[in-house]
């Protein structure tokens, strides 16, 4: 498979994630491990910062989100801190802005997303996972969203990332039993994308993302954006967008290096351009 990329590099940050970038593929991994990973508000910060830097990263074409640790991919959102962070009408508006933020830096990022769960992915860490493009899990996996089991109110956001995973009546079991699913449940309720034995996770994420990480960048963006498009009520889809995503293809040079690699019988050198 042809490299793309620019070497190695590794930034563990101060705000409880690390950033890898290898050969084209970005890893940010959730670091509070002796938290299981739960994301407190310089997490939910940090994850809009981070995602809109590798949005506008031309090294960078396919972004893995894991959990530090073998125990968690995300417990969720730190509860420990609502108690001083969101116990007023304008904490709990600050805090969701960085929320909100975080998860629309993820869900509309224009590059190619993939969750690597293993242990426990609850609450806000799944949230964070199911608006990755798509969900990898362990057989050991499991998931939870709790709101029920903490007296919190669910927005309807948050509410309609979950009933587009896994349909309505789904959802409501979900939500109001606060039950936690295996990955072989999640899987069949359409959670999730794939489940793997726990010693092929990685290889078989690292294999998804250099596969995407070979194609055309443009073609990738445009099939992604355009698809999170059709998901809206037909009123509030920009149309104009999905032509222009399209258009944006057939003017690159890659769409002409794809013509010439198949004619030539070789591998494309994509550049993203």
């Given at each position: 498979m042809t490299e793309i990329g620019v070497g190695n590099t590794m930034?563990?940050?101060?705000?409880?994630?690390?950033?890898?970038?290898?050969?084209?593929?970005?890893?940010?991994?959730?670091?509070?491990?002796?938290?299981?990973?739960?994301?407190?508000?310089?997490?939910?910060?940090?994850?809009?910062?981070?995602?809109?830097?590798?949005?506008?990263?031309?090294?960078?074409r396919v972004?893995?989100?894991?959990?530090a640790g073998d125990k968690a991919f995300s417990a969720g959102a730190d509860i420990s801190e609502f108690k001083t962070l969101r116990s007023t009408p304008e904490g709990r508006a600050a805090y969701d802005q960085a929320m909100r933020r975080a998860f629309d830096r993820l869900s509309n990022l224009p590059k190619f997303t993939i969750a690597m769960i293993h242990g426990f992915c609850v609450g806000g860490g799944a949230e964070v996972a199911m608006d990755c493009d798509v969900m990898i899990a362990s057989e050991e996996a499991r998931f939870a969203i709790t709101p029920a089991r903490l007296g919190l109110g669910y927005s309807a956001p948050d509410v309609e990332r979950l009933v587009r995973r896994v349909g309505a009546h789904r959802a409501k079991e979900i939500l109001a039993t606060g039950n936690m699913f295996g990955a072989a449940e999640a899987l069949a309720m359409g959670w999730i994308n794939h489940v793997v034995p726990a010693p092929d996770l990685e290889s078989f994420v690292e294999n998804l993302a250099r596969s995407v990480a070979a194609n055309a960048p443009l073609s990738v963006k445009a099939a992604k954006l355009t698809i999170n498009e059709l998901a809206k009520a037909p009123g509030d889809r920009n149309a104009e967008l999905c032509r222009q995503l399209v258009d944006d293809c057939y003017a690159s040079q890659d769409y002409k290096e794809g013509q010439r690699a198949f004619a030539e019988k070789r591998t494309p050198d994509f550049k993203g351009r």
């Open positions: 930034n563990e940050r101060d705000d409880g994630l690390i950033l890898e970038k290898r050969d084209g593929i970005a890893g940010l991994v959730l670091n509070r491990p002796e938290k299981r990973n739960a994301i407190g508000l310089a997490m939910w910060q940090g994850l809009g910062d981070a995602l809109e830097a590798l949005a506008d990263d031309p090294a960078v972004v893995i989100l894991s959990g």
